[in-house]
C-alpha cells in the first residue's frame, strides 16, 4: 500500500473509528490499554492511554497524552517519522486521550538487542537519540523502542517528553560524541527559531521555549550528548 495511502487510512480509523477495549497492557505506569478500532472498511489496533488513567507526578502537569501527540506531531515535522500516528480522542471509552497506531513486530527485540544483533539499525537508533535530546525524553527505556513487521524501528511511549528542566533520562547512550549527520541538523535547525504551532499548542510557553533551546544547542555542538555520572537511566532498564 502506498505510504500516503496508508497514512490516510490510519488517521481515517483512529479519528473517525468506534474504540473497543481489548485489555490492559500490563507493566505500564499508567493505566494503557489495547484497543480495536473500527469502522465499515475494516479494523485494527490501538493503543489507548485516557487521562483518567493518569498516575498524579509532581514533575510533570496531568495530560501526559497530550505529550504523547506532541511527540508524533514533531517526529512528522521533522520528517523521521518514527512515531506511530497519534491522535487525541475526546469520546474515548474512558474520556478523553491518544490513541496511537498499534506497532506489529518482534515483542521479543527492544533497543538493547537491536544495538547488539542487528548493526544496520544503528543509524536509525542514533536518531531516536538525537530525538531524545530534543524532546528531553524522560523515559527512554529499551522496550519503547521496536522493530515493526515493516522492518521499520519505532520509538512509543512519548508521555514524559518536553519539560523544560533538562530531564534525559535514556538508555541510548551508546552513541554518545558521534557527531550528528548533516542533513538532521538542517532538520533540527528548523526548531531553533520557531516551534511547529501545532506541537506548541500541547505545551506550556516555557517547555515550549526550552525546546527551542535545546535545538540550538545541538546545532552549535553538533554530537550527541554524553552522560558522564552513569545516573541518567530510566528504571526500569526495558
Known amino acids: 500500500m502506498n505510504q500516503n495511502v496508508e497514512h490516510a487510512r490510519q488517521l481515517e480509523l483512529l479519528t473517525g473509528g468506534h474504540i473497543t477495549l481489548l485489555g490492559r497492557i500490563l507493566r505500564s505506569s499508567n493505566e494503557t490499554f489495547l484497543a480495536q478500532v473500527s469502522d465499515e472498511q475494516g479494523e485494527a489496533w490501538a493503543v489507548y492511554k485516557p487521562l483518567a488513567g493518569e498516575r498524579p507526578l509532581v514533575d510533570f502537569p496531568p495530560g501526559l497524552y497530550r505529550r504523547e501527540r506532541a511527540a508524533f506531531l514533531l517526529s512528522e515535522h521533522l520528517g523521521w517519522g518514527f512515531v506511530p500516528m497519534t491522535i487525541i480522542r475526546a469520546d474515548g471509552p474512558l ?9 506489529a513486530g518482534d515483542l521479543r527485540q527492544h533497543y538493547f538487542t537491536l544495538y547488539a544483533d542487528a ?5 536509525a537508533l542514533a536518531r531516536i537519540a538525537v530525538f531524545d535530546c530534543l524532546a528531553n525524553n524522560t523515559d527512554r527505556k529499551s522496550g519503547h523502542v521496536l522493530i515493526g513487521d515493516d522492518d521499520r524501528v519505532w520509538g512509543i511511549d512519548h508521555g514524559l517528553c518536553f519539560a523544560a528542566d533538562d530531564k534525559l533520562r535514556t538508555v541510548i547512550w551508546d552513541f554518545a560524541g558521534e557527531a550528528i549527520p548533516a542533513d538532521q541538523l538542517g532538520d533540527v535547525a528548523s526548531l531553533a527559531e520557531e516551534v511547529p504551532d501545532n506541537v506548541a499548542e500541547l505545551l506550556d510557553q516555557d517547555e515550549a521555549d526550552a525546546l527551542r533551546r ?19 537511566f530510566p528504571w526500569p532498564l526495558v
Open 95 to 103: 474520556g478523553e486521550g491518544s490513541l496511537q497506531w498499534f506497532v
Open 119 to 123: 548493526p544496520r539499525t544503528h543509524p
Open 214 to 232: 535545546r535545538a540550538r544547542r545541538l546545532v552549535r555542538e553538533r554530537v550527541l550528548p554524553g552522560d558522564p555520572t552513569g545516573m541518567h
